[in-house]
Structure formats: C-alpha cells, structure tokens
C-alpha cells in the first residue's frame, strides 16, 4: 500500500506532491508531469516552474493526457494500470529483497515507489574517496566487473553525504526476467 506524506495530519498546507508521467506510466523519457497541493504554495511553483522548464512538446502533453483519461475510464478494473502496477512493484521489490538477503547483504525497502536501498558494506570494497565518493566508484565497480546496474546516493544529498555513501539504489520496475538475472548476481557478489 503506497503512503502518501500529505495525509499526516496538517501536512496537506505545507506539501506539494510531485507527479511524473515518465514514473507513472513507466514512459521513459517522457519529461512532463504535474503538481497537486495548496493553492499558495501551487502558484508559487507556478512562478518558479516558467524560469525552469523550456518545452513540454505537444505530441507528449497529447500521450500523457490520453493515458491519464484511459485509467480514470478504468478506474479499479482489472487491466487498469494501476491496478496492474503495485502487483508487480511488489513483486520485483520481493525478487530483489530475497536476492540481498540470501547473499547477506542489507537493504531498506521502501513504503512504495520502485528503488530500494542496498547497503554494500558487507561487500568489503575499498576506493580512494578524496575525489570520487564510495558509492559512485561502487556502482562503477558492480557494473565493470559484476554487470549489475545500480544508482549512488550521494548525487542526491547536499549536505551529510557520509549517510549515504555505502548505500546504492536497485531498481525493481523491470521484467522479471531482468529482475531474476539481477537477483542472480546478487546472490553471487559475496562468493
């Protein structure tokens, strides 16, 4: 069940969610999505978001629009997909949890979405970090040697980058068949 920060009481005044048709509909690429909160704080984003985007091209804004009207027709029907979607976020999260565990490696599996958080610790991998952070030259490493794809935390924080330095995010949006060659590779990374 997805989890949703603005239904915590009195959050709703101070929270814009995000929405991405390229996350939503698993449309890679699709660079165009939507906004939903208070008015005070839409219209704000309203001004910031003229300065920041160039283009939304029309052919897009059509694609996504038709998407968008084709799930309210479907709304809790079976070949809906959003009904489809959580089945199989949870599948591929269950594929790739069991894979870390059985090789003992520690993971943070999150309340929804489609990344969970692998902690490489346990991998015993030692870099030279005075330039490129841990878990940027880890992911280099699982790709170059290991052909498993990850993404490093550290481009995503600020400030304290050291709390997320031996962490990577997995990707579970994938086919299962990906998603078990993956596991396979998990499984193997401590042997």
């Known amino acids: 069940k997805q989890w949703y920060q603005r239904r915590v009481r009195g959050a709703w005044d101070r929270t814009i969610t995000v929405g991405s048709a390229g996350k939503s509909f698993s449309m ?13 704080l839409i219209t704000k984003a309203q001004a910031m978001h003229q300065t920041v985007v160039y283009s939304a091209p029309t052919i897009i ?15 809790g ?6 009904t489809q979607l959580p089945r199989l ?10 894979a870390c565990r059985e090789a ?7 309340y929804s979405g489609y990344f969970m958080l692998l902690d490489t610790t346990p991998l015993d991998l030692e870099f030279d970090t005075s330039k490129v952070p841990y878990d940027v030259q880890c992911s ?3 790709m170059e040697h290991h052909k498993l794809a990850t993404i490093p935390l550290t481009p995503f924080f600020g400030l304290n980058k050291e709390l997320s330095e031996k962490y990577v995010r997995l990707c579970f949006a994938k086919s299962t068949a990906t998603l078990e060659a993956g596991a396979e590779i998990i499984r193997g990374l401590r042997k």
């Open 28 to 40: 890679t690429g699709y660079k165009l999505g939507w906004a939903v909160g208070p008015e005070e």
């Open 77 to 82: 029907e079976e070949e809906a997909y959003y």
């Open 89 to 98: 976020m949870q599948d591929g999260c269950g594929i790739l949890t069991e």
């Open 140 to 142: 280099k490493h699982l």
């Open 61 to 75: 804004q059509d694609v996504v629009a038709r998407c968008i009207e084709r799930e309210l027709s479907l709304k």
């Open 104 to 110: 003992g490696l520690p993971v943070v599996e999150p």
